[in-house]
């Protein structure tokens, strides 16, 4: 952290106002108190901050109007709120209008400690940030490359709410890219340098589930043979993205509610609670709404991970991004073969441009990941895109994009064949694969690709 980081506090009690400043001056703060709204106006009507900390109950207001004026005149300058104890629903409403974090009384200096460190790095230097999104994986830019102005006002999104510590709703159909728009909240923002941990909720068991989690201590049950970090301590310091949240059962919900209003969780056969400094992510192609009517989903939960929503536009709103996307796809899979990049073709193109695509941009690469191994001559043509026969019309996305993914399993088994197929060839013609591709019935650049996908050296 930079030894000139300026802070503004204010509070009423100075008990508290010297312990805030004591501790940012440790730190290696310059520290400015204000012991009311007036004062901290005045202040900030002359002055600049690298960050804010206000009480949310003030002698001539509340914070929630400073949040405001600072959101309104200081748009750069991080604001976090105190709060007392359980009063979640305050900090929840300073989230929503733009505040960075939030910390209840009484004060738990660690946890300050980490908030203000945050905070100030998001104002650290902009050249600092750069540096960050570009250490970035590459697939946190893919889903929301393009021109269109869905991708143009998600690309704001994304870049307002990486500066924001409020818990991220994610909502769009499967296949359109939430995890890469939570990927790249997470690298855009201060936590870009700690752990993200996905996690499909779905997938876990859910007899498993609070082990999961939470984490537990050796021979707490049967089966406990050594201690088990949970997801909440391996993404300490980072972000937890919970996907298909919705597939949580109830029961589960409620024990992720408590850790996320309490910042702390408890591993199976613990009897100490574990802070934890974790930002939540989560996303689902359900509708959350209907599931709290059906009793499926908690509403508490859903106003707790809702703070902020993000809608991930499917990819029949945006077509004027396809062309954009199909040639960042297909320099990929080049570059994965070591090979040629190829073009594809009007009447290809202007057939990818009429189809509705129920699985979205996953969809998308899966075509063209197809064409680009059985294309001829660099050149992706009408017959190599293959689309379903009812490409011209708009299928249910939600119902057509869940079955895509229930074939997981059959492409892993016809991988397998395939690979047998290969090896077996390339046996047969002792490892060489021009003669392996003749043999085949395929092209050297398809056959290479082929061996690149499937790992075989």
Request: aromatic share 4%.
């Given at each position: 952290m930079a030894n000139r980081t300026t802070a503004l506090i204010i509070d009423d009690e100075p008990d508290i106002r010297d312990l805030l400043t004591l501790t940012l001056?440790?730190?290696?703060?310059?520290?400015?108190?204000?012991?009311?709204?007036?004062e901290a106006h005045n202040l900030l009507t002359h002055n600049n901050y690298d960050l804010c900390l206000t009480d949310m109950r003030l002698p001539d207001g509340d914070g929630l109007t400073l949040v405001d004026?600072?959101?309104?005149?200081?748009p750069q300058t991080p604001v976090a709120v105190i709060t007392a104890h359980g009063n979640v629903d305050i900090a929840v409403e300073a989230l929503k209008k733009g505040a960075f974090d939030f910390i209840s009384k009484p004060l738990e200096l660690n946890r300050l400690r980490s908030m203000v460190q945050n905070a100030a790095e998001l104002n650290s230097s902009d050249q600092a940030q750069s540096s960050e999104q570009e250490a970035a994986p590459a697939t946190a830019k893919i889903t929301f490359t393009g021109s269109s102005s869905q991708i143009t006002k998600l690309q704001k999104q994304i870049k307002k709410v990486s500066r924001s510590q409020a818990?991220?709703?994610?909502?769009?159909?499967?296949?359109?890219?939430?995890?890469?728009?939570?990927?790249a909240i997470h690298y855009s923002g201060p936590r870009g340098k700690a752990p993200f941990i996905p996690v499909n909720c779905g997938a876990i068991p859910a007899e498993l589930m609070e082990s999961e989690f939470f984490g537990h201590k050796k021979g707490s049950f049967t089966g406990a043979i050594q201690d088990k970090q949970g997801l909440f301590q391996a993404a300490n310091g980072g972000t937890l993205f919970l996907d298909e949240v919705a597939d949580l059962p109830l029961a589960m919900q409620v024990k992720l509610l408590r850790a996320i209003?309490?910042?702390?969780?408890?591993?199976?056969?613990?009897?100490?609670?574990?802070?934890?400094?974790?930002?939540?992510?989560?996303?689902t192609h359900?509708?959350?709404?209907?599931e709290i009517r059906q009793s499926h989903f908690r509403q508490d939960l859903y106003y707790r991970i809702n703070v902020i929503e993000i809608k991930v536009p499917p990819l029949r709103e945006r077509t004027e991004d396809v062309e954009t996307l199909a040639n960042m796809f297909l320099k990929r899979f080049a570059e994965e073969a070591e090979c040629s990049v190829p073009r594809l073709a009007p009447e290809?193109?202007?057939?990818?441009?009429?189809y509705s695509f129920p699985?979205?941009?996953?969809?998308?690469?899966?075509?063209?990941?197809?064409?680009?191994?059985?294309?001829?001559?660099?050149?992706?043509?009408?017959?190599?895109?293959?689309?379903?026969?009812?490409?011209?019309g708009t299928q249910n996305s939600a119902s057509a994009s869940n079955s895509t993914l229930e074939f997981d399993s059959i492409d892993e088994h016809l991988a397998d064949?395939?690979?047998?197929?290969?090896?077996?060839?390339?046996?047969?013609?002792?490892?060489?694969?021009?003669?392996?591709?003749?043999?085949?019935?395929?092209?050297?650049?398809?056959?290479?690709?082929?061996?690149?996908?499937?790992e075989i050296d």
């Open positions: 001056e440790q730190m290696g703060l310059v520290v400015t108190a204000a012991q009311n709204l007036d004026y600072i959101q309104e005149h200081h818990p991220i709703f994610i909502s769009g159909e499967s296949g359109s890219g939430k995890e890469l728009v939570a990927r209003q309490e910042k702390t969780v408890r591993p199976i056969g613990e009897e100490e609670e574990i802070p934890v400094d974790v930002r939540i992510l989560s996303a359900k509708n959350l709404e209907e290809a193109l202007e057939s990818l441009q009429r699985g979205n941009v996953r969809e998308l690469e899966n075509i063209l990941e197809r064409a680009f191994t059985l294309c001829d001559d660099d050149v992706i043509d009408l017959t190599d895109i293959e689309l379903p026969e009812n490409a011209a064949i395939e690979k047998d197929i290969l090896v077996k060839a390339l046996e047969e013609t002792r490892w060489n694969r021009t003669a392996a591709a003749k043999k085949l019935g395929i092209s050297f650049r398809q056959l290479r690709y082929k061996l690149k996908k499937l």
